[in-house]
């Protein structure tokens, strides 16, 4: 069975700060590709990033950083000095066959001024 | 290169009516999916369309229907609405070639609301 949990429901952090969402994945395939995406109050899913199951490099993307880790079945996100902007629910997600996708249940992420 | 538009934005509904949502993917898009998203359940798959075909079913009563376009415009139907089909639809379009690791890109969502 696929299934995606991101154990934070809420995370409150003032501006500047660095913050980690976690992800914990589970999945019996050995191809599959993990995503995270954004969600401001506005609705739309914005991507962020994908990670295919063969590729472990972590990146860096401006404030952005991923961490994923296969052994421990991981793909972590990191914002480095946060931003009022920021503010959003983030999702992350494994798609293993076609176009469908498994979402976690998603975090909360406040950043006060 | 224009998103993925879903229409109407919003809407309401009395239960019992049907409703028909719509959505346009990406130019070059063949792979549209849909998904609804509730505060109890959070968001899951309700189908996918590739090239006028479903090829991906998810766990929802026979109310809920889809189809694709030769142009891969898709529309979603829930007939017979109940208080629980409110919800947030979101649609994602995607190249989605099997193999490949490309995302999906999301519209902004129907806001349904059954009263």
């Known amino acids: 069975a696929q299934k995606v949990t991101q154990a934070q429901t809420e995370i409150s952090v003032v501006e500047k700060e660095d913050v980690t969402l976690d992800c914990v994945y589970e999945t019996r395939d050995t191809t599959y590709y993990l995503f995270w995406y954004k969600q401001p109050p506005s609705g739309e899913l914005v991507f962020l990033i994908r990670r295919n199951s063969f590729d472990e490099q972590n990146e860096i993307s401006g404030r952005y950083s991923w961490n994923f880790q296969k052994s421990t079945s991981s793909f972590n996100f990191t914002i480095t000095a946060s931003q009022v902007v920021d503010s959003a629910v983030y999702f992350c997600?494994?798609?293993?066959?076609?176009?469908?996708?498994?979402f976690g249940s998603g975090t909360k992420l406040n950043v006060k001024p | 290169k224009a998103g993925v538009t879903q229409t109407p934005r919003y809407l309401i509904k009395t239960r019992g009516q049907q409703v028909t949502l719509s959505c346009s993917p990406i130019s070059g898009h063949r792979s549209v999916s849909w998904y609804q998203q509730t505060p109890g359940q959070g968001l899951q798959f309700l189908f996918e369309?590739?090239?006028?075909?479903?090829?991906n079913k998810g766990n929802f009563p026979g109310r809920f229907s889809g189809r694709q376009f030769s142009n891969s415009r898709s529309e979603m139907n829930v007939s017979t609405l109940e208080l629980g089909d409110s919800a947030l639809y979101l649609c994602a379009s995607s190249l989605a070639r099997e193999g490949s690791s490309v995302e999906a890109f999301f519209g902004q969502g129907t806001r349904l609301t059954v009263v």
């Open positions: 369309y590739f090239s006028e075909t479903q090829r």
């Open positions: 997600a494994l798609r293993y066959n076609f176009n469908k996708f498994y």
